[in-house]
């Protein structure tokens, strides 16, 4: 069974930074592509940034100054540092995954639990 379990998200001021971290545990092939999702109140989930095995990293052009995703493949780890937040950024946080649990087999989508992040002053 795999579990993406998230941590760092918390109440910080406008301006502020905050780093999240979210760990794949296990019994894992491999992972392929791991990335953030946000969610405010109201509205969609929307990619926040991505990032594949081999380091090309994607991001959303509301963050792409502002936010850096990296990752740790020997820990199945992902990292979101956020700087210069604003309010607006204020949403939960979620960590996804593409992971192959058996070599030779399909990849699928995990979903961590979500972590909140309250931009306010």
């Known amino acids: 069974q795999v579990q993406l379990v998230e941590s760092g998200g918390g109440l910080v001021q406008p301006g502020g930074s905050l780093n999240l971290s979210c760990a794949a545990s296990g019994s894992i092939f491999s992972v392929n592509a791991m990335g953030w999702y946000r969610q405010a109140p109201g509205k969609q989930r929307e990619l926040v940034a991505r990032?594949?095995?081999?380091?090309?990293?994607g991001t959303a052009d509301s963050v792409k100054d502002r936010f850096t995703i990296s990752r740790d493949n020997a820990k199945n780890t992902v990292y979101l540092q956020m700087n210069s937040l604003k309010p607006e950024d204020t949403a939960v946080y979620y960590c996804?995954?593409?992971?192959?649990?058996?070599?030779?087999?399909?990849?699928?989508?995990?979903w961590g639990q979500g972590t909140p992040v309250t931009v306010s002053s």
């Open positions: 990032i594949l095995s081999g380091g090309i990293r």
């Open positions: 996804n995954a593409y992971i192959q649990l058996d070599r030779g087999a399909a990849s699928h989508d995990y």
